[in-house]
């Protein structure tokens, strides 16, 4: 059974940092895009980072650009979301999610690209 587990959400103060972390089992992830969304209370799930399989491409949305890290072990089958300068937008449930194509470097935005998901980690940053 493929699960992917998010840890490492909080509360953080406004500028302040967090990492979350995804472990996969079931199945390695090495060959395939990894990305992380996020949704806030009654909004849509929204696309915040990627990263291909060899770690040779990142994408972010423009708003966590400079602020959000993206990266990954593939050792260790985990990816990583590095957040730093936290704002209180920035508050949602965090989801890590794998696309099923293997060593594709494609531009995996939108979840329906997505083929696996986390049950997702709390993020609240206050003001």
């Known amino acids: 059974q493929v699960q992917l587990v998010e840890s490492g959400g909080g509360l953080v103060q406004a500028g302040g940092s967090l990492r979350l972390s995804c472990a996969a089992s079931?199945?390695?992830?090495?060959?395939?895009?990894m990305g992380w969304f996020r949704q806030a209370p009654g909004k849509e799930r929204e696309f915040v980072a990627a990263?291909?399989?060899?770690?040779?491409?990142?994408y972010y949305t423009e708003s966590v650009k400079g602020r959000f890290t993206i990266s990954r072990d593939n050792a260790k089958n985990t990816v990583y979301l590095h957040m730093n300068s936290l704002k209180p937008e920035d508050t949602a449930v965090y989801y890590c999610a794998a696309n099923r194509r293997f060593h594709n470097s494609g531009y995996y935005s939108t979840p329906s690209q997505y083929d696996y998901w986390g049950q997702g980690t709390q993020v609240t940053v206050s003001s």
């Open positions: 079931g199945r390695t992830f090495s060959s395939n895009t």
């Open positions: 990263i291909t399989w060899n770690s040779g491409t990142t």
